[in-house]
């Protein structure tokens, strides 16, 4: 049984550690936000312009004002702090970001990523991911293995108009858990009832299992 969207946001949590400032792209990493780990302090950063992120509200309790990158309610947490984009962007060029965790359309085995530009669809931009991924000190990937057609995802080579390259060092998708380096993807752990030949049959790029 392959990871839905909240069991890949569950596992990344998994790898936030203590002390940690973390930067959440939109979609699947906003979810890390509700599941990590306890007894740890971490400080959330949201490109947007917010310092200390907490859980999405529950239900009756949002507040319109509070949004995150994806234009999602959240909470803040005390001691939280609100500012505009130049100054979100300055933390995250300066390098103040230990961690970003990012969605993605492809990911190639040599670490690089696309994320922001299908050729021929609209695009209101590209966003902050290229700041972001140039920037971060460590960058995991939130993703699906596959694409709706049943195409690999991690491939070789990305097809499409790149984000960053060679900044990808971990992959978490619904099959597994993934490191990159040496020009490879490395299996790190199969997802609950996937199997090892489920997890090669579905990745283009050199899978190195050991």
């Avoid at 002390?19 to 990493?29: D, Q």
Wanted: aromatic share 4%; with cysteine; net charge negative.
């Amino acid at each position: 049984m392959a990871l839905d969207k909240i069991g890949i946001a569950k596992r990344i949590a998994q790898e936030v550690k203590d002390g940690m400032y973390v930067n959440l792209g939109i979609g699947i990493p906003t979810l890390v936000a509700n599941y990590l780990p306890q007894g740890i302090e971490v400080e959330l950063q949201s490109e947007n312009g917010l310092l200390g992120m907490g859980p999405f509200p529950f239900s009756g309790e949002e507040d319109a004002d509070l949004i995150n990158a994806g234009k999602q309610t959240i909470t803040m947490l005390p001691g939280s702090a609100v500012f505009d984009s130049a100054m979100s962007f300055g933390m995250i060029r300066a390098q103040k970001i230990d961690l970003t965790i990012l969605g993605a359309m492809e990911v190639s085995e040599h670490g690089d990523i696309a994320n922001w530009k299908v050729p021929g669809r609209m695009v209101k931009g590209m966003g902050g991911a290229m700041d972001l991924v140039a920037s971060a000190k460590n960058i995991i990937v939130a993703m699906q293995h596959c694409d709706k057609a049943g195409n690999s995802k991690l491939l070789p080579h990305c097809t499409l108009p790149l984000t960053g390259v060679g900044c990808v060092k971990k992959v978490v998708s619904d099959l597994g858990v993934f490191d990159i380096h040496d020009g490879a993807f490395h299996l790190v752990e199969l997802a609950p009832d996937v199997t090892l030949d489920e997890v090669r049959a579905k990745t283009a790029g050199k899978l190195i299992v050991h």
